[in-house]
Structure formats: C-alpha cells, structure tokens
C-alpha cells in the first residue's frame, strides 16, 4: 500500500499567487481530511470529506481557502490569492468509513512557503 | 470534542521506559482514545488506540482506569528513534467527525 500521497512536498510562491495542493487518499478510505500545522497553532483541521461530499469546513480560514474532491481517489486544497500567513505544512489524511474507531493515516504533508 | 491535556516535554534515556498521561476528564460513552506519534518533516502517524483496560501492541501499550478519564501510553525501553511528538485525541460519534489535536507530548531521547 502506498500510503496517503500528497504533492508537492515543497511550494514556494508569492504572496498573491494561486496555490493548489494535491492529494491522493488510500484506497478503499472513504474520510478524507486537511489538516494545517503552524507553530503557533500546532495541527489544525481545515476539512474533511465522507465519499467524497464536504461534510464539515468549519475549520477553512477564509474564502480564500477551497477544497475539492471530484473523485475517491483525488481531492485538491487551493488557496487564491495566497499571502504569507498562510505558509505552513499541509498534510492529507485518510481513513475508512466503518466506525469512529478507525485511525487516520497522514501523508508526509506539504510545506508552503508564501514570500 | 473532548478536550485532552498532557505534559508539553518529556526527557528520557535510551532503554528506559516512558509514561506519558494524558487527562481527557469530559470523554463521553462512544469516544476511543487514540495515540499518535510524529517525526519533523512527516505527518503523525497511529500508534494505538483504546476503550478500556489495557492495549497493547508491538510499539507501545496504552492503560485507562475504569473511569476512563485519563489514559497512559507506555513506551517501553525507548531508542533515539523514539524522539519524537506525541499527540493523545479522544474522538467519537460527536456528529463532527474529526479529530482536534492538541499541543502534544515531545519526547527527547538521549544517549
């Protein structure tokens, strides 16, 4: 199993830019989660998807943020117009549908980097 | 949510064994309480989970008294490879599916 697949490990842009991460959940997984880590704020969840419906954004900063998943198996956070508050990792998560009982598995995340 | 606390750092010597407590005093009926581990520059990653009693698996085990209003994840004989952030959530069937991380445990290893 390959694990929760996020890309690009690395994006550095300027403040103002569109930025679009990517993520690729385990198969089979029908929760799917972004989640934002900050030293300040430490890990927080923007999002999360049951099949691929939004179920919860309460957690998305500002209009700014979006989130996408068009199919089990990719989902999309942008971030339009970027600034640099909004440098942080990003990380993916996945997990099965059959009860709250089940772990989360997190991919290695995305670090952004707004100048 | 339930809401957890649990020491901000911890130190310890290889081969030893940790304990590290985690109080989450307002846990409700359905809620499990899981354990999860994270290196620098990776995601966290699940170590165990628990109801009641006791756990226990290849990497750790986790003990809750009867009144499940803390819970203690037990490293046992600890390596270098075991620095790391660790971070106790209780989640359940709140209606919000998700999980709130709190602050964490850092663990520091040494020689």
């Known amino acids: 199993d390959a694990g929760v697949i996020q890309s690009p490990r690395h994006e550095v842009t300027e403040m103002g830019q569109e930025v679009t991460l990517r993520c690729k959940p385990i198969?089979?997984?029908?929760?799917l989660f972004w989640y934002r880590q900050t030293m300040m704020r430490g890990l927080e969840l923007l999002i999360y998807f049951n099949n691929n419906v939004p179920i919860d954004d309460s957690g998305m900063p500002e209009d700014r943020f979006s989130a996408k998943m068009p199919n089990a198996s990719f989902s999309t956070l942008k971030i339009q117009p970027s600034e640099p508050r909004d440098s942080a990792v990003y990380f993916c998560a996945s997990s099965f549908l059959s009860g709250y009982n089940q772990p989360q598995h997190f991919g290695d995340g995305t670090r952004l980097s707004i100048l | 949510l339930a809401k957890t606390t649990q020491p901000i750092s911890m130190d310890s010597y290889e081969g030893q064994e940790v304990n590290i407590t985690c109080s989450h005093n307002n846990i409700a009926t359905n809620d499990y309480i899981t354990w999860y581990q994270q290196f620098p520059s990776q995601g966290p990653r699940f170590i165990i989970q628990?109801?009641?009693t006791k756990v226990t698996n290849e990497v750790a085990s986790l003990f809750i008294p009867a009144d499940r209003k803390s819970s203690t994840l037990s490293l046992p004989r600890v390596s270098l490879s075991d620095t790391a952030v660790y971070y106790c959530?209780?989640?359940?069937?709140?209606?919000?599916?998700?999980?709130?991380f709190g602050s964490g445990t850092r663990l520091q290893v040494q020689p």
């Open positions: 628990g109801y009641k």
């Open positions: 959530l209780v989640e359940g069937d709140t209606g919000r599916r998700a999980l709130t």
């Open positions: 198969s089979g997984h029908d929760y």
